[in-house]
């Protein structure tokens, strides 16, 4: 049995990725769906984008429309990736390696969208440093991982065109 052979498979600390893969939709839903569902049934958000009243900005809309388009995309995409994952594709690693660097991006962009809407806010909340702590740390460990891992380039090959191009012929 060749190495490849032995380490392909979801094995080792794939399945730690694959957990954290499975739990993210329901982790995200559980923390952002209480959020909104408040927002909206309290009446904030009508106070907050209705033109006339004292809180009113009119970049309070584009904001939460951002910001709940964002964490949709984010449950929606995970989604994807637990199927390419499932499925031993070969177009995991990349994507996963997007899904991970993204945050690092669109989390300071948003705090600071924030700061331009509620001037009195701080640029970085507590929540704010917490998941840009996590995002962080996440890439640190799983880009490297799925850049350099023997068992990820063994694993990930399915749906890959294996027959050669005029280039090679």
């Not at 004292?54 to 964002?70: D, Q, R, S, T, V």
């Not at 990349?94 to 600071?112: H, N, T």
Request: no cysteine; hydrophobic share 50%; net charge neutral.
């Amino acid at each position: 049995m060749s190495e490849n052979e032995r380490i392909k498979g979801i094995g080792g600390f794939l399945i730690l990725v694959g957990l954290g893969l499975v739990f993210f939709p329901f982790r995200q839903g559980l923390e952002i769906i209480p959020t909104y569902y408040k927002l909206i049934t309290d009446g904030s958000f009508t106070y907050l984008t209705t033109p006339g009243t004292e809180a009113y900005n009119e970049l309070w809309l584009p904001l939460f429309l951002f910001e709940m388009g964002y964490n949709a995309l984010m449950i929606l995409v995970s989604f994807g990736l637990i199927y390419l994952f499932f499925k031993k594709h070969y177009l995991f690693p990349k994507s996963y390696i997007a899904f991970a660097l993204v945050p690092i991006v669109l989390i300071p962009l948003d705090a600071y969208m924030v700061t331009l809407v509620a001037k009195n806010e701080t640029t970085f909340s507590v929540e704010t440093n917490i998941e840009l702590i996590r995002s962080i740390i996440t890439a640190a460990i799983w880009v490297p991982y799925m850049i350099f891992s023997k068992r990820v380039k063994a694993t990930f090959v399915e749906g890959k065109d294996d027959s050669p191009s005029l280039g090679t012929v």
